[in-house]
């Protein structure tokens, strides 16, 4: 049974870090590109970074760069999300998705699993 769960979310003030984790079960995270999306309150679910497995690229968001790094552990079977100097707009419920390609996608539709979110709230 193909499984991801997210962990690592809670409540930061605003420039503190956070790293969520995505576990995945069920299959081997190695063959496929791994993305993380997050929904904030009222607004649609967007794509926040990706971890390409063809060429093992990552790609972030444009408010991202700088603040956020995505990596994978094949050991573990789990990707992460390193979250820096956070901002209240961050503030979201974040997905992983896996995509059953090599190649990113920034369309939510294009990935084949979701885990069940965790959230997480920047505010003072």
């Known amino acids: 049974q193909v499984q991801l769960v997210e962990s690592g979310g809670g409540l930061v003030q605003p420039g503190g870090s956070l790293r969520l984790s995505c576990a995945a079960s069920?299959?081997?995270?190695?063959?496929?590109?791994i993305g993380w999306f997050r929904q904030a309150p009222g607004k649609e679910r967007e794509g926040v970074s990706c971890?390409?497995?063809?060429?093992?690229?990552?790609y972030y968001a444009d408010s991202e760069k700088g603040r956020f790094t995505i990596s994978r552990d094949n050991a573990k079977n789990t990707v992460y999300l390193q979250m820096n100097s956070l901002k209240p707009e961050d503030t979201a419920i974040y997905y992983c998705?896996?995509?059953?390609?090599?190649?990113?996608?920034?369309?939510?539709?294009?990935?084949?699993?979701w885990g069940q979110g965790t959230e997480v709230t920047v505010s003072s």
């Open positions: 971890f390409s497995r063809r060429d093992g690229s990552r």
């Open positions: 069920g299959f081997s995270l190695d063959y496929y590109a």
């Open positions: 998705a896996v995509r059953q390609r090599y190649a990113c996608s920034g369309y939510e539709a294009d990935y084949d699993y």
